[in-house]
């Protein structure tokens, strides 16, 4: 059918009913470009009166009712279609053709924003009519109830009256009830929601909040639909207050009321101070304000800020005085003591024993030691002389192991022999049986007594002819070792490392003393061990040689070593096989450390990695603060040193180990004296570096490359910057190398030796500037040529030279004692009766430190 029936049409089929009506908008952008927008209009629902009949659908209402009915919802403006676009004119270029279509967009945006604004405008005037035309009939309903009020208890009496008369009459009520018509209901206004608007109460706002009476008959089926109108309200669904909101809004309320409010108890806390904290930072940790705290400390006569620091004391006297509890603690709880962390006896197991050898260079300890082990160690080490600490670990005859270290016999390898005394369990003594004792001999046996270990004395060189062993004995009285063959507890031992005579005595007696000394360690435990010697490989990064005291050492361990932390990459023995673990006193190279330690340094395996970081972190914070911390000074000294013209030699060292740096930075300091002394600018391990020429050129020193050379372009930094480098092999060829360098850098030493004194008795004029001072020769004799110097009243006026000697008008190369002359002095006319004149020469030797 066509629409105009479908109007016309009064009852529709039964059927549901939408409310939301959807259509399309198309948006039309510059560019020519295009959107459609789906839009819902949602149909308005029409409120009648109470007691009315529902009004009629706008369809099926062609005539007006009698009541006015409300106004049917304006259907929405159709949306307007875009105007046709203009024809291009003949002849168009791109950029003008873009340049039309922006403005005819231009144009088309505004046209569809004016009709946008009238449709708003027209809407807005029909909701003001609507909103009219109920408050009327709001108006007259309640006019029309308060009249039927007023009407209904006068008419109420009369049916009462009449009822008991018409008692017989029942037919006629029905007719008449039905004749009357029916009451109207009640018409009860719904109060419009007014926003919040503030209300002072005792200088300050509160929000009150009017909300009209719940309807109970409300529909909430669709209230959480979206429609056009809620999503343009901008106050619908915005975020509703949480409770601790609430909570504190109704506690502000409560103040401002002067309520009674309830004291906040005082809260303990635990405040941990360090040793040095600054006032904010205890204000936090205390949960009080910075001001109180600032407060007390002015009331204790202390005049500090939030952000200046304060000790550990005075930072506990504020904690007491709030109400809380200290915690102190120290920097030093980070780092990792394990002094006192004993093992319980009974997860103790024998461990092999630890044996280091000691004695004079060249006595025949690392020969003695190759032929235990089976190797040729010395064959290896330039010129025969051990620079390091070799560690290894032999099985013997009877299936048991033991660890020996090897140690240097040069006098610069003090600390590393007092090293491989401190972490051993029995010591060695080598003496070669044709030299005797010698320096470093007794060096280590005053080791040996100070780290309190037992000793066996090896008599080496058993094979030659000049072999004296009772001689040795004898010397060894001097030093309180009374060995066994003397009726004392010491056991010596005849040996030969050429022949291999007495090794078999050796063992065994090193086995007797270990079973005495019943070595026992804790194998199920993290690790500790002892960095014997480290270095910079090339190709595998710091290396370190340990000495595992207890605990098991496993690959993959975190560990901290000195101020370096590290990972365990790879365990190696001194075979070069490479191990999963390695158990008490074995030694062992390990790799994965973040640097090169120093020799003597602890390793402890920790946790994870970030225990290891934080603990290393700290000892380089305590490392630097001892490098750079200043050497109390007095005026003495301050003087003394700004007074002072030594001579400073600078040097660059660079080695193969770190026990070997160390050596030789010892070696050298000790060269120093009061006229010159060396300053080491920068030593460490590993290749020479460009880094190194770099500082060696700035400051003109040379670079003492000790088994190393310098990488590629380091000789080529070497080549430029023409930097001298000193290579060496064997220690005490680098020191005297060194102290020649040392007493060139001095010169010649200069010695004076007096030869005569004479007085002045007269002085004489010598031509038109010089002076003649006549001469009475008191000591020795005068000499031509020589040096002399003029004192007067014992302070020396000029230091000169004889230019002229004269006896009698001649001249003459020399005057003796008791006889007179006369002098004409270089570059000085100062001279007056009375005066001395004192002569010497000066002779010129090397010199030597």
């Not at 003109?700 to 430029?720: Q, S, Y």
Request: aromatic letters at 2%; charged letters at 30%.
């Amino acid at each position: 059918m066509s629409d105009d029936n479908d109007n016309q049409r009064v009852r529709k089929p039964l059927g549901l009913r939408r409310s939301v009506d959807a259509g399309e908008v198309k948006q039309t952008f510059s560019h020519g470009r295009t959107n459609k927008v789906v839009v819902e209009v949602k149909r308005r629902r029409v409120l009648g009166k109470p007691g009315e009949a529902a009004p009629p659908p706008v369809e099926a209402a062609p005539a007006p009712a009698p009541a006015p009915a409300p106004a049917p919802t304006p259907a929405p403006a159709p949306t307007p279609a875009p105007k046709p676009a203009r024809p291009a004119p003949a002849g168009e270029t791109p950029q003008e053709r873009v340049k039309r279509l922006q403005l005819e967009a231009e144009e088309e945006r505004l046209r569809l924003a004016e009709e946008a604004r009238k449709r708003e405008e027209a809407e807005a005037r029909e909701r003001e009519e609507e909103e009219r035309r109920r408050a009327e009939e709001n108006r007259r309903a309640e006019e029309e109830s308060e009249r039927q009020r007023a009407a209904a208890p006068a008419a109420a009496p009369a049916p009462e009256a009449e009822a008991p008369a018409a008692g017989g009459e029942d037919a006629a009520a029905p007719s008449a009830k039905a004749d009357a018509a029916p009451a109207a209901r009640r018409f009860t206004p719904v109060e419009r929601p007014e926003p919040k608007r503030p209300v002072e109460i005792k200088g300050k706002k509160k929000e009150e909040k009017r909300t009209a009476p719940a309807d109970e008959g409300k529909d909430n089926r669709r209230s959480g639909k979206l429609t056009v109108t809620r999503a343009l309200n901008e106050d619908e669904g915005r975020r509703a207050r949480s409770l601790a909101a609430l909570k504190r809004a109704r506690e502000k309320e409560r103040r401002g009321q002067g309520g009674p409010s309830k004291p906040r108890e005082k809260q303990v806390r635990d405040v941990v101070v360090p040793e040095a904290i600054t006032v904010s930072e205890l204000a936090n940790r205390m949960a009080e304000k910075g001001a109180d705290l600032v407060k007390a400390l002015f009331n204790m006569g202390m005049m500090v800020t939030v952000n200046q620091t304060i000790d550990q004391d005075t930072a506990e006297l504020l904690v007491e005085e709030f109400g809380h509890n200290i915690q102190r603690v120290s920097e030093s709880d980070v780092d990792i003591d394990t002094s006192e962390d004993t093992d319980p006896e009974e997860t103790l197991r024998p461990r092999p024993p630890v044996v280091t050898i000691m004695g004079h260079v060249d006595h025949g300890k690392t020969s003695l030691l190759d032929a235990l082990r089976g190797t040729d160690v010395v064959k290896g080490e330039a010129g025969g002389i051990t620079q390091h600490i070799g560690a290894y670990q032999i099985t013997t005859k009877d299936k048991s192991k033991i660890t020996f270290l090897d140690t240097p016999g040069h006098a610069a390898f003090t600390e590393m022999r007092m090293r491989g005394a401190n972490v051993t369990d029995i010591v060695i003594l080598v003496v070669a049986g044709d030299d005797g004792l010698m320096p470093q001999t007794i060096e280590a046996i005053n080791h040996t007594k100070a780290a309190g270990v037992p000793m066996i004395v090896a008599i080496t060189k058993s094979d030659k002819a000049e072999f004296n062993p009772q001689k040795i004995r004898e010397r060894l009285l001097e030093h309180e070792i009374v060995v066994e063959a003397m009726s004392g507890d010491v056991q010596d031992v005849e040996v030969s490392a050429k022949t291999g005579a007495g090794l078999d005595k050796l063992i065994e007696a090193i086995g007797l003393q270990a079973e005495l000394l019943e070595l026992k360690a804790r194998p199920d435990r993290d690790a500790e061990a002892t960095v014997i010697e480290a270095q910079l490989d090339k190709g595998r990064g710091p290396v370190a040689t340990v000495l595992v005291t207890r605990g098991t050492l496993k690959r993959g361990d975190n560990f901290v070593v000195g101020t370096q932390s590290g990972r365990v990459r790879a365990i190696v023995d001194d075979k070069g096989q490479q191990l999963k673990e390695a158990g008490p006193s074995m030694p062992v190279e390990v790799l994965g450390l973040g640097g090169v330690p120093s020799a003597g340094d602890h390793l402890t395996v920790v946790e994870n990695e970030q225990r290891a970081r934080e603990v290393a972190k700290y000892r380089q914070e305590k490392a630097t603060e001892k490098r750079t911390a200043l050497a109390p000074t007095n005026f003495d000294t301050m003087f003394a040193g700004l007074a002072s013209n030594v001579i400073e030699y600078p040097v660059v060292v660079k080695a193969d180990v770190q026990g070997s740096v160390e050596a030789i930075v010892n070696a050298l300091h000790n060269l120093s004296n009061d006229e010159i002394k060396v300053r080491v600018l920068n030593a460490g391990v590993g290749a020479i570096t460009e880094s190194d020429v770099l500082l060696a050129a700035a400051s003109k020193a040379p670079i003492i490359g000790f088994n190393v050379r310098p990488n590629a372009k380091a000789r080529d930094l070497v080549k430029r910057d023409n930097v001298r480098m000193m290579y060496y092999d064997v220690i005490y060829h680098l020191t005297d190398a060194v102290a020649k360098e040392m007493a060139g850098e001095l010169g010649p030493e200069r010695i004076e030796t007096v030869v005569g004194r004479a007085e002045v008795k007269q002085v004489f004029p010598a031509g038109k500037k010089d002076k003649a001072a006549g001469l009475l020769v008191l000591e020795g004799a005068i000499r031509k040529g020589l040096f002399a110097r003029l004192t007067r009243a014992d302070v020396i006026v000029s230091a000169t030279k004889i230019a002229s000697l004269r006896r009698f008008k001649d001249d003459v190369d020399e005057v003796r004692a008791g006889l007179e002359c006369g002098v004409v002095l270089e570059d000085t006319n100062d001279i007056k009766p009375g005066d001395m004149l004192e002569v010497f020469s000066v002779e010129e030797r090397e010199r030597t430190l």
